[in-house]
């Protein structure tokens, strides 16, 4: 029996010729072939290309990030620079009143011992002929009049140096309060998940509708991100693993307590690579996807938690 061939026509209306090309099966089916590989090839590359994207906008935005807060750090720093200098401009001055009041004291107690002053003599001339009279003021008096100025001078200068000394304090209190709101803020900084676990398709947004196994639905916790399997997860943000094993609906499951309140979460791994008790850093790989529990597909299942429960990551990441 004579095998089975394909004939193909080309028809051109300007030369009015009429082209014919015979194709065998055999010859079919690798022309298939090799369009499904060019096709199969094209769509990698096109893939490739659109993660390169996406990973370079995000090494540019962290980049971006990263001298933002280099920037605020030195505009800190500046401010603290300028309260130490005026702070110890008020120690200065401190002392400097402390010498003064010193030197107050020491000046009123020589005056105390200082010897009578000497009476001036009088002429004949001027007792008799009144022309002329000069006023004397007894020692008693002079010592007087100091000894009455000096407890409002002394209470003065004890009332500025109070002054002083409150305002030394106060801007020393504003300093370390400076201090202990940048270190909260660098701490809640860190610990809010910003970085994508993976850079994929979103197949499953957080809120929609899952059917259970008792054939009921519920809400979707998290973001389902589909990449290949051994795609490299990364965590999302500084933290402490809280978890690291496996769970039937999750598979292979990672939990990161990264404090204050927020925690995250990364299912349906293939491979895990830290351990319960483990300090990560933001953007250090955890894991690799997978298909592991009730997956259909290679993805990672990724959750934000806010003191245990679950809100939309799509809040928190760039």
């Known amino acids: 029996m004579a095998k089975k061939a ?3 026509l080309i028809f051109s209306q300007k030369a009015a010729e009429v082209k014919r090309f015979i194709l065998s099966p055999l010859a079919l089916k690798i022309g ?7 096709v199969a090839i094209s769509a990698v590359i096109i893939y490739d290309y659109v993660i390169y994207k996406q990973k370079v906008t995000e090494l540019k935005s962290l980049r971006a990030e990263a001298e933002a807060q280099q ?9 603290i620079t300028l309260l130490e200098g005026q702070l110890d401009k008020l120690r200065e001055m401190e002392k400097q009143v402390e010498i003064d009041l010193k030197e ?6 020589e005056k105390k011992n200082a010897a009578v002053l000497p009476k001036k003599k009088t002429s004949n ?3 008799e002929s009144g022309l002329a009279r000069e006023i004397i003021i007894p020692p008693e008096e002079i010592i007087s009049l100091l000894e009455q100025e000096r407890p409002r001078l002394v209470s003065r200068l004890h009332l500025d140096l109070g002054e002083l000394q409150k305002k030394a304090f106060q801007r020393e209190q504003n300093l370390k309060d400076l201090k202990e709101f940048l270190q909260a803020q660098k701490s809640i900084l860190l610990a809010t998940p910003s970085l994508w676990p993976v850079i994929g398709r979103i197949s499953s947004q957080y809120g929609e509708s899952r059917p259970t196994s008792s054939g009921g639905n ?5 973001l389902d991100i589909c990449v290949p399997s051994g795609t490299p997860v990364v965590a999302s943000a500084d933290g402490t693993v809280s978890l690291s094993g496996t769970e039937a609906e999750y598979g292979r499951l990672v939990c990161i307590d990264h404090g204050h309140g927020f925690s995250t979460a990364y299912g349906h791994l293939d491979r895990i690579h ?6 990560v850093n933001k953007g250090q790989i955890i894991g690799t996807a997978g298909l592991s529990g009730n997956s259909t597909g290679p993805h990672v299942h990724f959750e ?3 003191q245990n429960n679950p809100v939309n990551p799509a809040r928190f990441l760039n």
Do not use: D, P, W
């Open 71 to 79: 920037e605020e750090i030195r505009s800190f720093q500046e401010k």
């Open 32 to 38: 298939a072939v090799l369009l499904g590989l060019i």
């Open 274 to 279: 830290v351990q319960a008790g483990e300090k």
């Open 104 to 109: 107050v004291t020491q000046l009123s107690k």
């Open 218 to 222: 519920r809400a979707h916790k998290g």
């Open 125 to 127: 001339k001027t007792k």
């Open 304 to 306: 934000v938690r806010i």
């Open 6 to 8: 394909y004939t193909i």
